[in-house]
């Protein structure tokens, strides 16, 4: 039994179109189908309620992010602050601060009598700061370029080179010229005012020189030219010596450089940050044994002669006998050290210590001396000397052919006969090995093959092979000075060594040097050696004057008025060092004066010489003359007014 209800009645349902099946969709049952069954948990039927999802996953995910991040800039940090801290404070200082080397002044060079060879003056080292030349300091791409172009022509630097130069990456400073004068910086600073007046006015412009800056320094001066070159020699451009003494005491002329840091700010010091400095300590001065007027009256003299005879080079060399000290050293063709762009690549030496080459006849005085010291002879002996004499395995000649010469030992040096002193220094042992041997000794005392005691750079010991190793002919030509080699200082020292009584005395070139305190440091005293005693020496030095006094001696052209005069000449067969043979011949001529109370040596010698005569006594002789005079006259030695002692120069057989 159906219950009735007081509510309305239902309405009858009335069927629906039947509605098109969704794609992949189910069909809604039809009339009369069962209803599909809803889960339990199916809520009534009405609008469709939208809900948040739960945000803490996102906010986990998110805070997570945020302290990995955290996390991060503290570990940088703790590494910027803590760990790297040093690093990074280093970096700041190199960017902030800048520091530079404060150049000591170079040390002068003076002669004996303190005047000036070698000095240095005020100078700049043009310097640039790289970053201030880039786009965002200039905004320009061709700022290098435009600052190159206009700084070429007054530094006289290649353009290109400077340009590369200002593009440097990854420093604030680079060198654009070193040692610039004063006009130069002066010209550079004139033309960064102009652009800046322009950059100014014209907001457009751009002052490309702005990072063109300059530092104080020093530039090398030779107040005398070529005067002495070879000995100064000259600096590099990096400020250190080249050459000559300018080497050999680089150290001592240099001093020692100082250094400042400051801080900077757009390449320009900042005054108020302080900064620090450690003074550079000036170099030495050094006072040399050259007396400038010898020196500059024998550099005139051989020059002349040079360019006369037409030769390869010459060199004169004048010594104080009593002391060893070089008085002059003098080169021909020369160089000026304040240009060597100038300069020919082979002047560039002092071939007085450089050249090794057979000095012929002026040697004749060691085979004298050993002569002589072994009492196998005296001045007085007769020696036959013959047209030709057979030694060995060859036939020698004297330089001019006659008849049967009637010679002492004296006229044997003072016609300078080959053969003479062959037949002479045969008397030196039993045998002609044991002569040689004695000879060899000799030279060696003498100071043949070995050093000179200058030290100086590039000097050559020459070639003196021992005595048991000279060939057949060595054994007859050493004698008169031909299959050894000297250098020209060497053949000075043997003749001075004459004239201090049989006494060597090292050479010297310095005679010392005086420190920024101002004191003066004296050199060391030179090496003496007795090489023969003094009878022989003496009994040498009138030898010596029948060479020059004695109207049949090969020397008559250094004659000097008032003077007694020793003297020696030489015409050595030359090796050319181009092709290692005999061509053409070295000319020389050595000797001292006053001959009986000796105070100056004068050495000279001419290379090759292609014009007129090529005879020792004829090109050298009158070297040799006026610069011995010049020299006399400088250091007021008067004449002794002895009489000379005129040894015999024949016999009659």
Known sequence: MTEVSDREPPRRRVPSPARPVRPGGRQRPGPGARPARRPATSRPQGPRVIRLGNPRPRLRLVSL??????????????????????????????????????????????????VDLAISVDANDITADPTLFTREATKIDDAPEQAAA?????????????????????????????????????????????????????????????????????????????????????????????????????????????????????????????????????????????????????????????????ADRGYVIVQDNKTGEILAMANAPGFDPNDLSQADANALHNWSLEDAYEPGSTAKLMSMAAVLEE????????????????????????????????????????????????????QLGRTQKEANQVLYSYLRKFGIGGSTGLGFPGETKGILAPADQWSTSQQYTIPFGQGMSINAMQAASVYSTIANGGVRIEPTLVRGTKGPDGRFTPAAKPKKTRVVSE????????????????????????????????????????????????????????????????????????????????????????????????????????????????????FTP
């Open 65 to 114: 992010a945020l302290t990995l991040v955290v996390i991060a800039f503290v570990v940088r940090l703790l590494q910027v602050q803590a760990v790297d801290a040093s690093e990074y404070t280093a970096k700041a200082e190199r960017n902030r601060y800048l520091t530079h080397t404060l150049a000591a002044e170079r040390g002068g060079i003076t002669d004996r009598n303190g």
């Open 375 to 426: 009492n196998a002879a005296t001045p007085a002996t007769h020696v036959t000397v013959p047209n030709r004499l057979h030694r060995g395995d060859r036939l020698f000649r004297d330089d001019i052919d006659h008849p049967t010469w009637y010679l002492t030992l004296n006229g044997v040096l003072a016609k300078s006969s080959n053969i003479g002193t062959i037949l002479a220094t045969g």
């Open 150 to 310: 206009l700084l070429g022509p007054i530094l006289d630097k290649d353009p290109d080179e400077l340009a590369k130069k200002l593009r440097t990456k990854n420093t604030r400073y680079v060198v654009l010229a070193r040692r610039q004068t004063p006009q130069v910086w002066t010209q550079i600073k004139d033309l960064k005012s102009t652009l800046a007046d322009k950059a100014a006015e014209d907001k457009t412009a751009v002052n490309v020189l702005a990072g063109v800056l300059q530092e104080p320094s020093s530039k090398r001066v030779y107040p005398n030219g070529d005067l002495g070159a070879g000995i100064l020699g000259w600096v590099n451009a990096d400020g250190k010596g080249g050459g000559g003494i300018e080497r050999k005491l680089n150290e001592d002329l240099s001093g020692k450089d100082g250094e400042i840091r400051y801080a900077q700010s757009g390449g320009r010091q900042v005054p108020t940050a302080g900064s620090t400095e450690k003074p550079a300590v000036a170099g030495s001065q050094v006072e040399l044994t050259i007396d400038r007027d010898i020196q500059w009256a024998a550099q005139n003299a051989i020059t002349e002669q040079v360019k006369e005879s037409k």
């Open 535 to 650: 009878k022989t020496a003496k009994t040498l030095a009138q030898m010596l004057e029948s060479v020059v006094d004695d109207r049949e001696g090969t020397g008559t052209k250094a004659r000097i008025p008032g003077y007694r005069v020793a003297g020696k000449t030489g015409t050595a067969n030359r090796v050319d060092p181009a092709t290692g043979r005999y061509n053409g011949y070295t000319s020389s001529f050595a000797g001292f004066a006053p001959a009986d109370n000796p105070r100056v040596t004068v050495y000279c010698a001419i290379q090759n010489a292609t014009e007129g005569s090529y005879f020792g006594g004829q090109i050298c002789g009158p070297v040799y003359k006026e610069v011995l005079e010049f020299a006399l006259k400088t250091l007021q030695v008067p004449p002794t007014g002895a009489a000379p002692a005129r040894l015999p120069v024949t």
